[in-house]
């Protein structure tokens, strides 16, 4: 802080601040996400479960799949997503991300890719290492399922935090009634699924043991499922994004 | 009643216009008027008086109902970019409490866009310039409220603001700490900034400041210097507290001048005489010389009502 220069000078935006500024908030909470206790909680509990799962109980490589992209990643994107923003409303510390030049919308998007990085730290590395054990192929299918499943649910799930009171519980019967039940119906409805999309990116199709009509669902195929994928991505933060620049935040009064 | 003094000359820096704000049914700022310019400004009034949602206002965090508000020249909720002239020091004392000072500074600076070694290079000037280099490196959570308090006020001025809002910045702070960050915030104003301090610490602000800002029910009561402001309210009574020798004979002699409007003796107290005056100067100057006229000399004369607390007192409590 340089308390000569005169007011006029010191508004000049250094060049490419947005970008910088941006990455640097992006990094800042996914640091701070990793240090927290209820992350390192989470990680352990999963890698705990895996293990057990894998080598306890043997189960094998495709269940286990299923296990990771469609259980782990929607449950962990919803503990991590919903609470993007509104942390920051309960700990009342929106009020600095606020007040700076990078914009609301901006400073949205790097908190919800900071929330949903630790999801796809986790259930990445866990999609692949158990892929590995079905074939290079299913490796790579459950890795880009676990990331766009954990961008695509954290981006929801953000918006939804953004709306509802008690995300957690909303994002809970979310999860089970319409993603769970209605992501097994063949055709147009289950498609509106995100679920549906993350099993036809992974190739993991409705089992006999989820649904009765398993044998008529039919998965999408990898190209359309992660363009669905990636739309509703873009879609949740570009409204949560708009939502977050046209609403105001009243953390005190 | 409002009553307004312009600032002579200076550019406006924040500025009001028919500003309107209401929280549900409450209205918590009501058809506020107001420009201000380089310097410090003390936003007065009582607690749920507005003041913090006027400063909420200024710093883009809500939009007004009616009217417009501007920062800089610009809308600070719509036009994010000018919000790189704003430093906001907010009321809430609420932190990253994993983080040090330090790092909380620099996080917040760094946030401005500010490649990392120039973010240190103004996190530790500002820093230093609260009187936080020594304790910069404890942790949020691990700080008394005073260094909390100047670690805030630090994440306001590190990227160098023309325009420092400061919400209630000495709560907390112990009376050396106070000293210091009232010699801040007037460097603040006398480097050219436009510095907006709320409080309902009176003294403090008058410390701070001759330049008041007086709210009350969300309306602008008073604006201007707080010596001019007293001069414009001419209809407002003053108490005069006198300490001389027969009270009673000095009190029927001052019954007869113009400008005394009451005279009241009071027993066992150290200044025997009280006297109500609207003219407070002429007061002053005269009564001396009629209590010498007397025979007697004016041991004590204190105006009560002379200071920022009586002020504040009289305008609040007028409807």
């Known amino acids: ?253 | 009643m409002t009553v307004a003094l312009d600032k002579a000359g200076g550019e406006t820096m924040l500025e009001a216009h028919g500003v309107s704000k209401m929280y549900g049914q409450v209205r918590a700022v009501n058809e506020i008027d107001l420009r201000l310019g380089p310097g410090v400004t003390g936003l007065l009034g009582p607690n749920g008086s507005g003041k913090s949602t006027l400063l909420k206002l200024f710093a883009g965090q809500l939009l007004p109902d009616t009217g417009h508000v501007r920062l800089l020249g610009a809308d600070p909720f719509h036009e994010p970019r000018v919000l790189r002239g704003l430093g906001l020091c907010p009321e809430q004392d609420k932190f990253y409490e994993d983080m040090s000072g330090h790092d909380f500074v620099r996080a917040l600076t760094r946030l401005h866009g500010l490649p990392k070694s120039e973010a240190e290079q103004k996190t530790y000037a500002a820093m230093k310039r609260v009187g936080m280099e020594r304790f910069g490196f404890k942790k949020m959570k691990e700080m008394s409220r005073g260094m909390r308090q100047r670690t805030k006020i630090a994440q306001a001025i590190a990227h160098d603001p023309p325009v420092v809002l400061l919400d209630e910045p000495l709560t907390g702070a112990d009376p050396v700490a106070r000293a210091d960050l009232i010699a801040l915030i007037r460097s603040l104003g006398e480097e050219g900034r436009c510095v907006v301090v709320s409080s309902h610490v009176l003294h403090e602000v008058e410390a701070m400041t001759h330049d008041v800002v007086f709210i009350r029910y969300g309306r602008l009561r008073a604006h201007g210097d707080i010596l001019r402001l007293r001069t414009k309210l001419a209809d407002r009574p003053y108490r005069i507290l006198l300490d001389v020798d027969e009270p009673r004979r000095v009190a029927a002699r001052l019954m007869a001048l113009p400008f005394v409007q009451a005279a009241k003796v009071l027993d066992d107290e150290p200044s025997p005489l009280e006297v109500t005056t609207t003219d407070l100067d002429t007061a002053g100057r005269e009564i001396p010389r009629v209590v010498a006229e007397l025979g007697g000399v004016v041991r004590g004369f204190t105006s009560p009502d002379a200071d920022l607390e009586s002020l504040y007192r009289y305008l609040i409590s007028r409807r």
């Open chain 1, 1 to 253: 802080m340089t308390s000569e220069s005169p007011p006029a000078a010191r508004l000049d935006v250094p060049p490419g601040y947005l970008p910088r500024a941006v990455a640097f908030w992006t990094g800042f909470h996914f640091k701070r996400n990793l240090r927290k206790r209820s992350f390192k909680l989470w990680a352990a509990l999963f890698v705990v479960l895996l293990l057990l799962m894998r080598y306890a109980a043997n189960v094998g490589p495709d269940a286990m799949g299923r296990m990771i992209v469609l259980g782990a990643v929607p449950l962990l994107a919803l503990f991590f997503g919903a609470g993007s923003l509104r942390e920051e409303i309960e700990d009342q510390t929106l009020t600095y991300a606020f007040t700076r030049p990078v914009g609301r919308i901006w400073t949205y998007v790097a908190r919800v890719l900071a929330n949903g990085l630790p999801v796809a730290l986790l259930a990445v590395p866990a999609g692949l290492f158990i892929g590995f054990g079905i074939g290079e192929a299913t490796a790579m299918r459950y890795g880009f399922a676990a990331l766009l499943g954990a961008v695509a649910y954290g981006s929801f799930f953000a918006l939804v935090g953004q709306i509802v009171k008690w995300p957690a519980w909303f994002g809970l019967a979310w999860l089970i009634f319409w993603e769970g039940g209605v992501g097994t119906v063949p055709g147009f409805f289950g498609r509106l699924t995100l679920m549906s999309h993350v099993r036809g990116v992974a190739g993991l199709p409705v089992e006999s043991s989820e649904a009765p009509w398993s044998g008529l669902w039919e998965a999408p195929s990898l190209f359309t499922a992660a363009l669905a994928l990636s739309a509703v991505t873009a879609g949740a933060l570009w409204i949560g994004a708009i939502r977050a620049r046209k609403r105001e935040f009243v953390v005190t009064r």
